[in-house]
């Protein structure tokens, strides 16, 4: 007994390593108070256009203008996030979102709230998201002193944000339904305080940075020639693509499920956000407990394929707790996906180009994310929210039959870059390639 409970208290270290580091701690609580908010904003948003307008459409057009900027601005970003101090940087950016999410209060609290404006202030937050994400997703291995403990701390950051989606959406459920959406965006505004104090209270070591000099297009190039020329990350930012373009627009349909399918309400749609989140959370907590980095071209590769499953058999579901259950399991497939894939990227990018790779990252996973929510909304005026979520699951599931066909060429490609930067200390230490090919199959891979 004792020696099960020793094993199960190296397990919870194992998974909490990344809290080692101060800065680490602070992000980490500081964004975990925001993101709450954040889902709260999210869940009232949506229901709010859906109750103004009845129209999935629309609640695609507000998805797509959110979402757009990703594509275009993302880029541009990541190459000034590899010129500027991304602390300062994601400092700045909380001030702007706490701004929108005080307009969007006033404008549910006056009763002026219209489809237009709300399309301004979701292209306006999509502005501010563009450098947001590609700065914090690039921040994360400056907030860890030791290289091996980049994965884990890239889960905990995953499991946070989708351990949020679990308590935001079901606060926001219950303050709809029975006080309106302004409140939930007021409470969004003032979670931004936490974010502001942590970051205000970070010590982060200067880094050097690229040249000013150079010319910002020539920067830009010279990122996507590096993306596209190296098979692995090419590889996984189409994979990513696909998946942000037709698999990851599901959440835009919910409303519809929850009212039109389901018979339900803003609770309802609280509850399936919810449940999504906990089998997001789920699977970053399974990635956390992982003590290697080793098997995650194979794990990504299995998510997908199993995401698509589980997306299709959502979309059959005219069960409320049914419903529940699958999404919570496609929410699951979703962020190991993602969270493998950003891992993957993450420690195998040279530094020097790690602003560029992760915008590129950002415009994969969010960028395609607007045609996504215009396709999904058009599907789903036409032919039904469940057709259009199964189109988009079936073609999720060629994705992963097409990078099934290439992970071993994936994997390949990245051993050599790990045994040089000491990833994988075993690797390093001089242990054969025969000698890993020999493991149990469940631990083979990059």
Not at 97 to 115: E, H, P, T
Not at 163 to 178: M, N, Q
Not at 256 to 282: E, H, M, P, Q, R
């Amino acid at each position: 007994m004792r020696s099960q409970n020793a094993h199960a208290a190296g397990r919870v270290t194992t998974a909490l390593r990344a809290f080692r580091y101060r800065n680490y701690r602070l992000f980490f609580f500081g964004q975990g108070v925001s993101l709450v908010g954040t889902w709260m904003q999210s869940v009232a948003a949506s229901w709010m256009v859906y109750r103004i307008t009845g129209s999935p459409m629309a609640l695609g057009l507000v998805a797509f203008a959110g979402q757009l900027p990703a594509f275009f601005v993302s880029p541009f970003a990541g190459v000034l996030n590899d010129r500027w101090n991304r602390h300062r940087v994601l400092v700045i950016v909380q001030y702007l979102a706490m701004a929108q999410a005080s307009l969007m209060a006033a404008l549910a609290f006056s009763g002026y709230a219209a489809l237009w404006n709300i399309l301004a202030l979701s292209l306006f937050l999509g502005l501010v998201n563009a450098f947001e994400m590609p700065t914090r997703q690039a921040l994360v291995i400056e907030l860890v002193d030791d290289a091996n403990d980049l994965g884990n701390a890239i889960a905990l950051n995953s499991a946070l944000f989708n351990g949020t989606r679990l308590i935001g959406p079901a606060i926001a459920g219950v303050i709809v339904a029975f006080h309106g959406e302004g409140i939930c965006f007021s409470v969004n505004a003032a979670s931004y305080f936490a974010a502001i104090a942590a970051f205000t209270a970070m010590r982060i070591p200067g880094r050097k940075r690229a040249d000013r000099a150079k010319n910002l297009f020539a920067e830009m190039k010279e990122g996507i020639v590096y993306a596209v020329r190296f098979t692995p990350i090419r590889d996984i930012l189409i994979l990513l693509s696909i998946n942000s373009l037709v698999g990851m627009s599901f959440p835009v349909l919910l409303p519809v499920f929850a009212t039109k399918i389901l018979g339900g309400d803003s609770g309802v749609y609280g509850s399936l956000v919810a449940a999504s989140g906990l089998g997001a959370t789920a699977g970053t907590i399974y990635l956390a407990m992982r003590e290697s980095i080793r098997g995650l071209v194979r794990v990504i590769t299995v998510s997908m394929f199993f995401f698509g499953v589980m997306l299709l058999a959502f979309s059959f579901s005219t069960s409320h707790y049914l419903s529940m259950a699958l999404i919570a399991l496609v929410g699951f497939g979703m962020i190991v996906n993602i969270a493998g894939s950003n891992t993957i990227l993450q420690t195998i990018v040279e530094d020097d180009k790690r602003g560029r790779v992760t915008s590129f990252y950002i415009m994969s996973f969010m960028g395609t994310a607007p045609l996504g929510s215009l396709l999904a909304g058009a599907l789903s005026s036409a032919f039904g929210a469940p057709v259009a979520v199964r189109v988009g699951a079936c073609i999720c599931l060629v994705g992963a039959m097409l990078f099934a066909a290439r992970a071993q060429s994936i994997r390949r490609l990245i051993r050599p870059m790990y045994s040089r930067t000491g990833v994988m200390p075993e690797v390093a230490a001089g242990i054969e390639t025969t000698e890993i090919l020999r493991e149990p199959p469940e631990n083979q891979g990059a």
